[in-house]
Nanobody
């Protein structure tokens, strides 16, 4: 059974940076498109960013475009999210997820992801 474990969350002041990591167990990491989602208190889970299995394609939510960068290291089975110029509205629990089916394209739809991590809290103070 695949396991995804996020790390790197924490408390940061507005304008600061954080780098989230997501380690995926198993040898098939390089076959799957991956994504980051977030959920703030009282709100629905929302899409943040996604990257294709090869790393050659990325797609971002408008709210984070130009500030966040998604990347992956297939040799290390690890997904990253570099978050710069953080704002208080970025405060949320951040989740990494694996898209259903190998060698698929990017998608913002959480229903197309079939494996999720436990989440890591990111808090941005004003």
């Amino acid at each position: 059974q695949v396991q995804l474990v996020e790390s790197g969350g924490g408390l940061v002041q507005a304008g600061g940076s954080l780098r989230l990591s997501c380690a995926l167990s198993g040898r098939a990491f390089s076959m799957y498109t991956m994504g980051w989602f977030r959920q703030a208190p009282g709100k629905e889970r929302e899409f943040v960013a996604t990257i294709t299995w090869s790393g050659g394609g990325t797609y971002y939510a408008d709210s984070v475009k130009g500030r966040f960068t998604i990347s992956r290291d297939n040799a290390k089975n690890t997904l990253y999210l570099q978050m710069n110029s953080l704002k208080p509205e970025d405060t949320a629990v951040y989740y990494c997820a694996r898209r259903r089916g190998a060698y698929q394209g990017t998608t913002w739809d959480p229903n197309e992801y079939d494996a999720w991590g436990q989440g890591t809290q990111v808090t941005v103070s004003s």
